[in-house]
């Protein structure tokens, strides 16, 4: 996600977070048989998609491929909802761009995969099950099932046009985990949009597309139009959705289901507290992403899963501090000279290595002294490192940005660094830096010089992950063994960027099963109720498993819910 790409202006992102939780009343009501006959419906449709990100779209692409008539409900007043402002990439094991490519992709070893680094607590090497719990080992396998041939439909039928995904030197793109031995060194499971002229796209492409299929196939797209309520009736089936909009609240007959593509709760403060393990400030996911699905999910009796987990990404801390709905996220640290270190002066990861996992790092816990040691880390770079691209690296020509400190020497960037804590504590509280974060940090960097020499890194690996090369291009390489590392200068300047904890969404939500219908407590599905997206219990548990891993899942749930819910009586 780059501010380049996004057509999501910060004007309808102000404006969409304006659409406060707790403003409005939501939850579920039930009507009963002549109260559902009598009721004056606003309009009348066989399936219902809420949102219109790819989840929600997919949702409708599917129904609307099955012969259903469909009406999508979209909160905010753009439409596209976080999808329009990403790469738009999505993660398809055994895709149909991979088949024609000859690239193996066999079940076992996806499943194999996707248990080890999604649940690593459950995985079991000896397990015909892998360890997993049914309902997620169900859900897995009807991904790798599934995929392709969701994928392949759109792609055929232009609903959403796609093509490999390509590193920067033309090499299928690796998964964000392709160093263990349970990934099988699986190339090329990311797809990409195409644009207009049938080039590699983004997000906003993948909208376009959707949005022009849906609508020309009879489908009405309302925006500011925010789900409040489910509508149940007497047997417990959901047969429409009451809004809010700005001309009053409005009430949508279903005649065969709803389905929520909504997004997560990132937006949302209190939610972000009460159910995160990583300490998220906020992200990339659009205002209007407040976990309202949650709220009415929880009225009729929904199962909940995963709520403990996000699409984790890192952050620039002030820009998040500013708005939470950041423009775009940290998925690079950018150049060979720089490393990030802690509030102790110390490394804490392979700098190149996926967001994801850097951002999880955030959430390492200090029992000795009840605290976050990296809750906000500092990334530090020398000049040299601007010529070398990337992001949170300027180019020489250019000035730095507000949010990077520049001095000297090493001694006047700590002090500067500590002096942005001070000035941010207002909104973070006392944030210190350790009495030796000086002198550790001139250690470290004396030790990751060393290490630059060398061309190996052996407290974190860095350069050696498949990921490290797909997202990295090593072609500024300078005279060094390991083109991802350079020595940091002995001079200055020095510069440096505030980091926290950040998501690109969250991954928790009422849990579904293999026709992406909603579940309750007991496992049984809530008729008429479809879920999909980062609406859901991701099946992803923890990990993020490649690139668009979110969009992978989300646009093959979607699109199944759809196809579900247009086969219903």
């Not at 992200?283 to 999910?297: H, Q, R, T």
Request: charged content about 20%.
């Amino acid at each position: 996600m780059t501010s380049e790409t996004s057509r999501v202006s910060r004007r309808n992102f102000i404006k969409a977070a304006g659409l406060g939780a707790a403003s409005t009343a939501i939850g579920a009501t039930t009507l009963g048989a002549a109260q559902a006959q009598e009721e004056n419906w606003d309009a009348e449709v066989d399936v219902i998609a809420v949102g219109s990100g790819g989840a929600a779209l997919a949702g409708a692409c599917g129904a609307i491929d099955n012969g259903a008539s469909v009406l999508i409900l979209e909160k905010a007043d753009f439409i596209g909802g976080t999808t329009s402002k990403s790469g738009g990439g999505s993660w398809v094991p055994n895709s149909h761009h991979m088949q024609a490519a000859g690239l193996k992709d066999d079940r076992d070893t996806f499943l194999r995969y996707c248990a080890r680094v999604s649940f690593p607590e459950l995985y079991n090497d000896q397990s015909p099950t892998y360890g997993l719990m049914p309902n997620n080992l169900k859900l897995l396998e009807t991904f790798y099932d599934n995929a392709a041939r969701v994928f392949e439909k759109l792609d055929q039928t232009g609903a959403h046009p796609t093509t490999m995904a390509m590193s920067w030197d033309n090499q299928p793109g690796a998964d964000y985990h392709g160093q263990i031995e349970e990934n099988g060194a699986i190339r090329g499971r990311q797809t990409s949009p195409r644009d207009e002229d049938g080039n590699e796209g983004f997000g906003f492409h993948m909208i376009m597309h959707m949005q022009a299929y849906v609508e020309e196939r009879g489908a009405t797209i309302l925006t500011e139009h925010r789900v409040t309520r489910i509508l149940r009736d007497e047997t417990g089936r959901v047969i429409g959705v009451e809004a809010e909009t700005p001309e009053g609240a409005k009430r949508f007959r279903a005649l065969k289901g709803v389905i929520f593509g909504s997004g997560g709760f990132t937006q949302n403060p209190e939610m972000r507290a009460n159910y995160l393990r990583t300490p998220i400030m906020g992200g990339c996911a659009v205002p209007a992403n407040e976990g309202d699905l949650i709220l009415m999910a929880s009225e009729v009796g929904a199962k909940f899963g995963n709520l403990n987990e996000a699409w984790n990404q890192q952050v620039v801390l002030e820009e998040v501090l500013e708005f939470s709905s950041v423009a775009s996220g940290v998925f690079f640290l950018g150049g060979d000279s720089s490393i990030a270190v802690n509030r102790f002066g110390k490394r804490m990861y392979d700098e190149k290595y996926v967001y994801p996992e850097r951002a999880r790092s955030h959430q390492v816990y200090d029992q000795w002294t009840g605290s976050y040691p990296n809750l906000y880390q500092i990334f530090i770079f020398d000049h040299a490192a601007r010529e070398f691209g990337g992001m949170l690296v300027p180019t020489l020509d250019t000035d730095v940005s507000a949010t990077t400190t520049v001095a000297e020497t090493l001694e006047e960037l700590a002090e500067k660094v500590q002096a942005r804590f001070d000035a941010l504590a207002d909104r973070i509280g006392t944030y210190k830096l350790d009495p030796d974060f000086l002198a550790n940090l001139k250690e470290t960097i004396a030790r990751y010089n060393g290490f630059a020499e060398t061309g190996k890194d052996t407290d974190f690996h860095r350069g050696e992950a498949p990921a490290d090369a797909f997202f990295h291009s090593a072609e500024n390489k300078r005279d060094y063994p390991n083109p991802y590392m350079a020595p940091i200068s002995d001079t200055g300047p020095y510069y440096a960027v505030l980091l926290g904890a950040g998501a690109l969404d969250t991954k928790g939500g009422p849990v579904f099963n293999e026709n992406g219908q909603v579940v309750d407590i007991h496992d049984q599905p809530i008729p008429g109720l479809y879920v999909a997206g980062n609406a859901a219990a991701s099946p992803s548990g923890k990990s993020y498993l490649g690139g668009g891993g979110t969009l992978g899942l989300g646009v093959t749930f979607g699109y199944m819910a759809g196809e579900h819910a247009a086969a219903q009586a």
